[in-house]
């Protein structure tokens, strides 16, 4: 079993780093998913008999990693839920993105639409039939060798939505090559879940976790890697 990189635990949540190429939850793969992989964590440490419950309450692709939150109670799950249903769930992404000349900062806005068949998102006009609206923050960080490094702030959470939105504009993340990226990475992109802000559910805190990517997965940004770690 993958070991569990622990950021935050108690009654009522755990706060883990899903590491690139494992699935959320379980899919066609048959392969071990991060949800299965913390339930037996749970019942293993507190020797539980029967089911373990676990509350997935926001989802990261598999070729992504990051800081992920699950719920160890169906209040947590429903408060949790609803603080991303109301956007009082914050997320920063870290992303590199093939090109350099990028605007330095601004705001992405476009529609979505998913074909659940290729599981596939694309660009889409408002009036077409269950299109999405998406918006997202981002800041240049840095550019180097014909990339760029990115932080992102994810304004709503729709299904590929970074991936697509960058793409779209012809700065693909690097190693996504379902959206047209030209750099192959192996199990994972270059786009990571660094930083996680909400609210207790029960305690009504404000919390926030960090937790930045492996340099070696984010081509040569190893030095603003570290600046961040080292805020």
Not at 14 to 40: H, R
Not at 183 to 209: D, V
Request: net charge positive; with cysteine.
């Amino acid at each position: 079993m993958e070991k569990i990189d622990i950021l935050y635990e108690d009654n009522h949540i755990i706060v883990v780093t899903k590491p690139f190429g494992i699935p959320s939850q379980a899919d066609n793969s048959n392969d071990e998913d991060m949800l299965s992989i913390v339930k037996t964590y749970l019942k293993n440490k507190y020797q539980k008999t029967g089911n373990v419950f676990l509350g997935l309450v926001h989802r990261l692709d598999r070729v992504t990693g990051g800081v992920m939150v699950f719920a160890k109670t169906s209040k947590a799950a429903s408060r949790l839920s609803e603080q991303i249903r109301t956007n009082q769930f914050h997320k920063q992404y870290l992303a590199v993105i093939e090109g350099i000349g990028f605007p330095r900062r601004g705001v992405l806005q476009d529609y979505l639409y998913k074909n659940r068949e290729k599981n596939k998102v694309y660009v889409c006009s408002s009036n077409k039939k269950h299109a999405k609206e998406c918006f997202l923050e981002y800041t240049v960080l840095a550019e180097k060798d014909n990339f760029s490094f990115v932080k992102i702030k994810l304004i709503t959470g729709r299904s590929h939505q970074i991936r697509v939105q960058f793409s779209s504009r012809n700065y693909p993340i690097a190693g996504d090559v379902k959206y047209g990226s030209h750099k192959e990475l192996g199990n994972h992109i270059a786009l990571w879940a660094y930083h996680l802000t909400f609210i207790h559910p029960t305690k009504k805190e404000m919390l926030s976790f960090s937790q930045v990517p492996l340099k070696s997965y984010f081509l040569n940004f190893e030095k603003e890697i570290e600046q961040l770690e080292n805020r």
